[in-house]
């Protein structure tokens, strides 16, 4: 199959012209360049700014075929790249996917993660507008590029946190680091049936866009991340960027059945996914105290999750965790070493 018949074939009668014409798409797939009209800011609208974001999974790196199917693959390289306009506060409009590809792998089969790519983009109203297909030495390579939106001057970035926040998450930390090991570690349909939500959590993450957009319209949020790296490094980034200390409240982490089960079983520790597993693509970010309470109640309205997790104070970048000494029946903090996911250690 030629270059040209792959990209047909991977792309053809995917997205509907109405997805397209929503988005603005005026030319897609097929030219040198896609062509999409940024949308004017009438009368009652407020003006919008770009978000660009770019993200790379390496086979061997970020995934291996023993762990996830083609199609999870795709999924999750698309829904990680959303992560990111999500951790922005903003709204993803189009995307381009760049496919490296060993000559191992059959054209078809990279069409099942396109299968995986269209499924999230659909769910989440991205339109794919173009990419790039070359070959690769030994393995597999997807990139893929997000441009999204947001409210000008209201993207929330990781530097804003104020001393005296309140810290939240949107989700369950850990629990992907979890389900790997469980896929790594056990028969893979053992491990769906007795640990279902975080083999999920692994395999089909979802990007907490609903949660972002919550965050953003409500006010008050001053800094947000998503967990890729894990819960402590983007702590970390937080508080130094934002140049405070960052206290997370260990009774007060949220935890799973799945999870709290699993690490049972495998004897391994459950804190240590939590605070450096990394992967699990919710939100971790600071809001001023007098709006936990109403994000509380529009989180709840919306099914949604929303924890506090602990508080920013005075300081120059650090992370404590403050736990309950049962022996000398006091609270104590101890000083979080950063060890996130890092390539180049
Ligand atoms: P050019 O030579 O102009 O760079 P290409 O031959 O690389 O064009 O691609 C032709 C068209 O197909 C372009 O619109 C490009 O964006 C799109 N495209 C190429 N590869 C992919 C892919 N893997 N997924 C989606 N679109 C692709
Ligand atoms: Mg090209």
Same mark, same amino acid.
């Given at each position: 199959?030629?270059?040209?018949?792959?990209?047909?074939?991977?792309?053809?009668?995917?997205?509907?012209?109405?997805?397209?014409?929503?988005?603005?798409?005026?030319?897609?797939?097929?030219?040198?360049?896609?062509?999409?009209?940024?949308?004017?800011?009438?009368?009652?609208?407020?003006?919008?700014?770009?978000?660009?974001?770019?993200?790379?999974?390496?086979?061997?790196?970020?995934?291996?075929?023993?762990?996830?199917?083609?199609?999870?693959?795709?999924?999750?390289?698309?829904?990680?790249?959303?992560?990111?306009?999500?951790?922005?506060?903003?709204?993803? &409009?189009?995307?381009?996917?760049?496919? @490296?590809?060993?000559?191992?792998?059959?054209? =078809? /089969?990279?069409?099942? #993660?396109? $299968?995986?790519?269209?499924?999230?983009?659909?769910?989440?109203?991205?339109?794919?507008?173009?990419?790039?297909?070359?070959?690769?030495?030994?393995?597999?390579?997807?990139?893929?590029?997000?441009?999204?939106?947001?409210?000008?001057?209201?993207?929330?970035?990781?530097?804003?946190?104020?001393?005296?926040?309140?810290?939240?998450?949107?989700?369950?930390?850990?629990?992907?680091?979890?389900?790997?090991?469980?896929?790594?570690?056990?028969?893979?349909?053992?491990?769906?049936?007795?640990?279902?939500?975080?083999?999920?959590?692994?395999?089909?993450?979802?990007?907490?866009?609903?949660?972002?957009?919550?965050?953003?319209?409500?006010?008050?949020?001053?800094?947000?991340?998503?967990?890729?790296?894990?819960?402590?490094?983007? &702590?970390?980034?937080?508080?130094?960027? @934002?140049?405070?200390?960052?206290?997370?409240? =260990? /009774?007060?982490?949220? #935890?799973? $059945?799945?999870?709290?089960?699993?690490?049972?079983?495998?004897?391994?520790?459950?804190?240590?996914?939590?605070?450096?597993?990394?992967?699990?693509?919710?939100?971790?970010?600071?809001?001023?105290?007098?709006?936990?309470?109403?994000?509380?109640?529009?989180?709840?309205?919306?099914?949604?999750?929303?924890?506090?997790?602990?508080?920013?104070?005075?300081?120059?970048?650090?992370?404590?965790?403050?736990?309950?000494?049962?022996?000398?029946?006091?609270?104590?903090?101890?000083?979080?070493?950063?060890?996130?996911?890092?390539?180049?250690?």
């Amino acid at each position: 199959m030629d270059e040209f018949s792959r990209i047909n074939r991977w792309n053809t009668q995917r997205q509907t012209n109405e997805l397209r014409e929503l988005l603005g798409v005026k030319v897609g797939i097929g030219d040198d360049a896609a062509v999409v009209s940024v949308t004017k800011a009438s009368e009652h609208e407020q003006p919008m700014e770009l978000l660009y974001t770019v993200d790379t999974m390496v086979e061997g790196v970020h995934f291996i075929s023993e762990t996830m199917s083609l199609e999870q693959i795709g999924y999750k390289a698309l829904a990680t790249n959303l992560s990111d306009i999500a951790a922005m506060g903003g709204i993803p &409009l189009h995307a381009l996917i760049s496919i @490296s590809m060993p000559n191992a792998y059959d054209p =078809e /089969q990279i069409n099942e #993660i396109y $299968n995986g790519i269209y499924a999230c983009a659909n769910r989440y109203q991205v339109a794919i507008v173009g990419g790039d297909t070359t070959s690769s030495p030994h393995t597999l390579v997807i990139s893929i590029t997000v441009i999204g939106q947001v409210k000008s001057g209201k993207a929330i970035l990781r530097s804003g946190a104020k001393q005296g926040d309140i810290v939240f998450l949107t989700g369950v930390a850990g629990q992907s680091a979890a389900g790997l090991h469980a896929l790594q570690h056990m028969d893979a349909i053992e491990a769906r049936q007795m640990y279902g939500p975080i083999i999920i959590a692994h395999q089909k993450p979802e990007p907490h866009l609903m949660a972002g957009k919550l965050l953003l319209e409500c006010g008050g949020c001053h800094s947000l991340n998503d967990v890729s790296d894990g819960l402590a490094s983007e &702590l970390s980034e937080i508080a130094k960027s @934002s140049k405070l200390d960052i206290v997370i409240q =260990e /009774q007060l982490l949220p #935890i799973s $059945n799945s999870l709290s089960q699993y690490a049972l079983y495998s004897k391994q520790s459950m804190l240590d996914w939590i605070l450096y597993g990394g992967e699990d693509y919710i939100l971790v970010g600071t809001v001023h105290v007098d709006k936990v309470f109403e994000l509380e109640s529009l989180f709840a309205n919306n099914n949604l999750p929303f924890y506090q997790i602990g508080f920013t104070q005075e300081g120059n970048g650090q992370l404590w965790l403050e736990s309950w000494d049962e022996q000398f029946r006091k609270l104590e903090r101890k000083k979080i070493i950063n060890r996130g996911y890092n390539h180049f250690i």
